[in-house]
Nanobody, 116 residues
Framework: QVQVVESGGGLVQAGGSLRLSCTASGSIFSINTMGWYRQAPGKQREFVARIISGGGPTDYADSVKGRFTISRDNAKDTVYLQMNSLKPEDTAVYYC?????????WGQGTQVTVSS
């Protein structure tokens, strides 16, 4: 079992920045990918970013490329999502996940609200 806990959401003005954190615990040795999805009101959950185990390759949604950066601190079993130049359309609940190749474990989500 893997537990995933996010933190760092909040309210910010357009153009501002936030950093989300996601810590995994439990059977973390099996995790090969961690990342973020988000879900805005009335919309489907969408992919944001991911990073391969060991701080390897990263991947981003086109909508956040150049503004968001995902990174991983393996010593802390924590993944970060640095979000810069935030836009109102980035407003959503952001969910962290950990994938061990068989199962995907999700956090409870953290709200990010960007005011115009």
């Amino acid at each position: 079992q893997v537990q995933v806990v996010e933190s760092g959401g909040g309210l910010v003005q357009a153009g501002g920045s936030l950093r989300l954190s996601c810590t995994a615990s439990g059977s973390i040795f099996s995790i090969n990918t961690m990342g973020w999805y988000r879900q805005a009101p009335g919309k489907q959950r969408e992919f944001v970013a991911r990073i391969i185990s060991g701080g390897g390759p990263t991947d981003y949604a086109d909508s956040v490329k150049g503004r968001f950066t995902i990174s991983r601190d393996n010593a802390k079993d924590t993944v970060y999502l640095q979000m810069n130049s935030l836009k109102p359309e980035d407003t959503a609940v952001y969910y962290c996940y950990a994938n061990n190749g068989d199962l995907v474990y999700w956090g409870q989500g953290t709200q990010v609200t960007v005011s115009s």
